[in-house]
């Protein structure tokens, strides 16, 4: 087809056509051309296109996500990460697929010991869907007692922390905003009702102050001798809540269920630090130190 003509059916210039032409064979896409009056572009002859065209970095980088996630998983069958791995391997390009392989037969995944929390893919895009079409959705929601609960929850977002998957919404149940980890969601069905998501409403926000502030067992102040800016670098942005003091160092507000195990966090910490509150926390770093002292010793 002549160049002209194709860039009439593309409704680009002529010069774009040729750029077009260029990329396709960077991708290994065999177009071949001819000059002259009756010239122009032509697939070569019986050449199928793939279905996946990516670039080399592309290839790369879902190869590279794709293996360490499987890996990290250390399930005993094939997860559908393993199955998605093989047919991205069976679309590359040989000259690809050799350099991509002997990468990954050289990577190794240190798993984190952690089972897994990845939704139910069929769960995860009904939930997307309700959230994008601004419908209602009925979920089963079991807690993590494994009692189980049906509710009707108007899906305001989805939000991803630490490998976990949480569902923000109008839970009609509670007659309250929640959210509900999505790996526990057994049964999604989408509802004919519509809603109006409240203006202003962040969910990330949301999920943020629900794991740092939520329905904790205690709440803890700590005065930590550094910058605000420092702590937001160093510090997991569920940490707790940031406010710089006037007279210096920056006050953390957390929601905690383990006060040891907050002990040990702050004790990790490169910075100064005194507790504020609750006298628990204190207790428990004490309790923390004095074990410290007795490893020392002995």
Not at 67 to 74: I, N, T, V, Y
Not at 90 to 106: G, H, K
Request: hydrophobic residues 40%; neutral net charge.
């Amino acid at each position: 087809m002549p160049a002209d003509e194709l860039a009439e059916r593309l409704d680009v210039d002529p010069r774009s056509v040729r750029r077009y032409v260029a990329a396709l064979r960077e991708l290994g896409i065999p177009v071949t051309s001819t000059r002259g009056r009756y010239g122009g572009y032509r697939l070569a002859h019986g050449y199928r296109l793939p279905p996946l065209m990516l670039s080399d970095d592309e290839a790369v980088s879902a190869a590279v996500a794709l293996a360490a996630a499987s890996r990290a998983a250390a399930a005993d069958v094939p997860s559908p990460t393993d199955q998605a791995l093989v047919k991205l391997n069976r679309v590359l390009p040989m000259r690809l697929r050799q350099r991509v392989n002997a990468m990954l037969e050289v990577t190794d995944v240190l798993p984190d010991g952690r089972a897994s929390v990845t939704p139910d893919p069929e769960v995860t895009l009904t939930l997307g869907t309700a959230v994008r079409q601004r419908r209602r959705v009925r979920i089963e929601h079991v807690r993590a007692d494994g009692s189980a609960t049906t509710r009707d929850v108007d899906p305001y977002g989805l939000v991803v922390h630490a490998r976990r998957w949480y569902l923000v919404g109008h839970d009609h149940l509670r007659t309250d905003v929640r959210m509900f980890r999505a790996d526990r969601i057994g049964r999604a069905a989408e509802l004919p009702h519509r809603f109006v998501v409240p203006a202003g409403f962040d969910p990330v926000e949301h999920v943020r102050q629900g794991l740092t502030l939520g329905a904790w067992t205690h709440r803890t102040e700590v005065w930590l001798d550094t910058t605000v800016d420092e702590a937001r670098h160093q510090l997991p942005s569920t940490f707790g809540e940031l406010h710089a003091c006037p007279d210096g160092g920056v006050v953390v507000v957390s929601g905690v269920e383990d006060l040891s195990g907050m002990a040990r966090a702050l004790a990790s910490l490169p910075w100064r630090f005194a507790v504020r509150g609750p006298e628990a926390l204190v207790e428990a770093v004490r309790a923390h130190v004095a074990s410290l002292r007795a490893s020392v010793d002995g």
